[in-house]
């Protein structure tokens, strides 16, 4: 987000200088960029931190590790499809991560859709 501010003002400061300032344009010609990029980033540091160490920076903090039903690390299919759940549940109001609290297994829909479980380290 704060690149994409950046990238506007930059922008809207060049298009100030030559006498064209159409903000809605200049949104339009860094958003597209900023949500393929902030999809990738994401998709990638779930994926790649519950294939290999079962932790993002969040979860070692909090003393948490998502596994499979035999307690192993995802790998990298069920920790994408993982991610692809988190897309899931964000996509209906975030009801997949609130479900959790409300569940006695604790697991979201995420973790239904790939299989894990979170547990403490």
Not at 21 to 43: C, G, K, N, Q, W
Not at 59 to 74: D, F, P, Q, S
């Amino acid at each position: 987000l704060a690149l994409l501010l950046a990238g506007f003002i930059f922008l809207r400061s060049s298009a100030l200088d030559m006498g064209k300032a159409d903000t809605l344009e200049l949104l339009r010609l860094l958003f597209i960029p900023y949500i393929i990029a902030s999809t990738v980033i994401e998709s990638f540091y779930f994926t790649y931190c519950h294939a290999v160490t079962g932790q993002t920076i969040g979860k070692w903090i909090c003393g948490l590790k998502v596994v499979n039903e035999r307690g192993e690390l995802l790998g990298f299919k069920r920790a994408f499809i993982r991610w692809l759940g988190y897309l899931v549940s964000r996509f209906f109001l975030y009801a997949g991560f609130i479900w959790v609290a409300f569940s006695r297994e604790k697991r979201g829909w995420h973790d239904k859709i790939a299989g894990s479980y979170v547990i403490r380290v």
